[in-house]
């Protein structure tokens, strides 16, 4: 499953989510993205179990692979304003969608806690980006993806504040952006990363 919708995400990124059929072929990636979680929580009943059953990193590939599918498909449609103004309910809830699947992903495993934890390596690095909540790029990448989805769901909103007045774009961007730029101007200075991006970003929060 993983390996047929890897493919069907790259043949759909590669066409531009095309204005005749993209999004019904992104709900069907997304169908089928959701099986595995859907499954376990049918037969176990319950949610909270999910991640015991597949795993933390499963769990994570599957949040992960929606949540950035969600975001090359907004990231295709914010350039195109008649596709916006075309169907806006539909973006801002995708980019919400969005948003919650790459914050899903990030909650998966907990944060290193400063005490009463054994870490086997004497990387002062890792561990401070484990206590960060970020275990690999993906992370650094979830983190990114979500605040500027925040941002376009501020940008495309406008003035209907009332109708998704319970998503809070700009908190959440905030958060998780200063947690990615914390991350590069400290654990991961000098190692590749840039967060020229975000900072711009951060700016239109304030």
Known sequence: MLDYTFYEENRLVDDDFPVTNGKERLHKLLVHLDKPQKLVSEVLESHHMVVDILGAELTECLLWRKGALLYMYCSCINKDQSRISGDKDSFLQFLIDGVNYLQGML????????????VSTDDTTTVQLLQKGIFSDTHMLALMYAGEMCYWFNQARGMESEKY???QASVTGRRLLNTYIDAIKGPLKNKGWNSERAEELLKSFS
Do not use: A, I, M, T
């Open 107 to 118: 909650k998966v495993r907990v944060p290193l806690q400063d005490e009463g934890n054994e």
């Open 165 to 167: 007045g319970s998503f």
